[in-house]
């Protein structure tokens, strides 16, 4: 639990690392909003982290991050204050400076947007975020899953273009009209959406993920450096499940609907030679089966990991041939509620008749 | 000049036929607006313009009109207070109510927006616009060629969905953003946009336009009453120019980047047999060309007339064989300055090489 924390460039660099794994395959990359947070301490602004404790009930929280295509954010480079804007015209528009910000993921690049707003504007960013990990759409949030409209909410771009969408008629329909708008603008803007109260924040935000992505980044980096399995400490620090160690053996990857959907076959090996997985991805990874029998869905979280030295492998980047570890998490229990399930449960991607079967900590039985 | 001044049931019937004839083949069709408007007079509402003099110089000024493709609005009919909650949103946008409404182009089925919603919310509409006649995009009105940005601006569906435009580049940007919201609404939505100061309104808007309409579409009603020839009383009244009597010959006409484009043949016929004749259109009727040679172009306005009845005859439903009256008429010198002949004149419309001759009035000499 996070008082009021000051983030250091080593810090930065473990939360980048931790935030990729815990993307599990998308979110897109945290390289660009790594570099872009150290340059603001460079300049002698703060990165600050609040714990949701430590918020008053009564402040005014806003969600930054970026939004497009994972793939454009990497060729169409921010200028580096889309959020900013964003932020500030949704601030005009209440009459009102926001208090802190929070992410609406914590998995992949859009853990750093709110992290680099938050040092332009000078305020914290809360200690937690609205998925627990990246999911593909904007509506699968915590915010959106209890209650909190995304809306009124602010999409800038880089030439100066600022949009604010006043009401919708409901989530899927401020998912269309913003994509739209985005894809108008060049595929990828920044954002300030959902603006909650610290109250609300508190009830909805799953808690405490940028301390989590850190302490990932630092096992990865602390493992690195004294030449142990990085998988091993992780598992351990967050009760992870060590799935299956295994090389891929075929790999099926191509574009639906603007998502990157297939599957990836592996083949045990070491202690887990003789068995063959299974990962379905759509952006995200979505399930793990081991022999045939899914084992693990979203919203858990499945991790593919390189074997050696721990760090993510992401959709864009699995190739024939890796040799990799798949850990399962266990989701936040406010991602495994009905209402949750009806949102980023195996159906609302479109698996019919899979069910969710909550992974048990390690430790916990189960598994 | 109108001060103030009281529409009835009657008026609003003739501005629908004049508004047609001001359209120059596009501007969408007036018909439901028209229903509409009579429809508010008969719950008790009233419809009122007034004059540009009359309008205090501090006066708040926003231009309301429909958006999206005229021929979606025929078939994806409004559910009717789409400009009204548009309306609504830029006023709690500047914490302030609107004095009075103006329409962006009294061509066409957008005269009939700003009295529908003037109805509705108890305010007069300026007599005036921001065309003098319809044109294919929303950054060819006088307001924005004067330097009036459209922005800010919101956009509102029948669904509930309201998104603002705070700032955008120029209004091209404008135009595509708002333009590609409208897509996703589903083609047709309300608009309330480049809020002005009476005073700007006076200076930039093309006056007494409404009661232009109100006129010519009392001169064709009056001449089909008196069974006289209504080309002529047009003529008169507008010392416009009657340019051609002709037969339809040939028609090419198909969809280019949401515009309808193509060419009309005509062949002259009783006082102009012996003549041939072209319009080249783009939603708007362009040029008219007498034996191969261009004699009108935009901003000047091209009327194709029913030859016997006086009522306008709309790009999409001409066709083989009709018999019109093209009729010249001067357009205002608001959009004959170097600044408005950029973005209305002949090469705005990618007529290369063609140059803008002023259509002198009847009777003033030329022609």
């Known amino acids: 639990m996070t008082t009021l ?12 690392i931790g935030a990729a794994i815990l993307g599990t395959g998308g979110g897109g990359n945290p390289y660009i909003g790594k ?12 990165v600050q982290i609040i714990g949701l404790d430590a918020l008053d009930d009564d402040a005014f929280v806003v969600s930054v991050g970026g939004i497009g295509a994972p793939v454009i954010g990497i060729e169409k480079i921010e200028q580096g204050e889309e959020c900013l804007r964003a932020l500030r015209t949704l601030e005009e528009f209440y009459g009102r400076k926001a208090d802190a910000l929070i992410a609406a993921e914590i998995g992949g690049g859009n853990a750093m947007e709110p992290l680099l707003t938050g040092a332009q504007a000078g305020i914290p960013v809360v200690d937690g975020d609205g998925m627990g990990r990246a999911f593909p759409e904007m509506q699968m949030t915590t915010f959106s899953i209890y209650g909190k409209s995304s809306v009124p909410a602010a999409i800038a771009d880089e030439k100066g273009n600022v949009v604010i969408y006043r009401e919708v008629l409901n989530e899927l329909w401020f998912e269309r009209l913003a994509r739209s708008t985005v894809i108008a603008m060049g595929g990828a803007a920044g954002s300030a959406t959902a603006p909650m109260s ?18 990932l980044g630092n096992a990865v980096l602390d493992a690195n450096r004294r030449h142990v399995n990085p998988i091993d400490l992780i598992c351990a620090r967050e009760q992870g499940v060590r799935l299956m160690d295994a090389k891929i053996t075929d790999l099926k990857r191509h574009l639906r609907g603007g998502f990157a ?33 899914i084992e693990v869905t979203v919203p858990d979280l499945i991790l593919v990991l390189d074997l050696d030295t721990g760090h993510a492998i992401t959709t864009e980047i699995l190739r024939f041939g890796q040799r990799v570890a798949v850990v399962g998490l266990p989701s936040h229990p406010l991602l495994r509620t009905p209402e949750a399930l009806a949102v980023v449960g195996p159906a609302a991607f479109g698996l019919e008749g899979v069910q969710f079967t909550p992974l048990a900590r390690a430790g916990d039985g189960n598994v």
């Open 5 to 16: 924390r000051e983030l250091t460039s080593d810090d930065i660099e473990a939360i980048a």
């Open 35 to 46: 570099l872009r947070c150290q340059q603001e301490l460079k300049k002698g602004n703060r």
């Open 198 to 215: 610290g109250r609300y924040a508190k009830r909805a935000a799953v808690p405490d993920t940028y301390t989590q992505a850190l302490g």
């Open 261 to 293: 959907v297939g599957e990836i076959q592996l083949q045990g090996v070491g202690a887990y030679a003789g068995e063959t997985g299974t990962i379905a991805l759509q952006n995200e990874f979505l399930t793990f089966s081991r022999n045939g029998t």
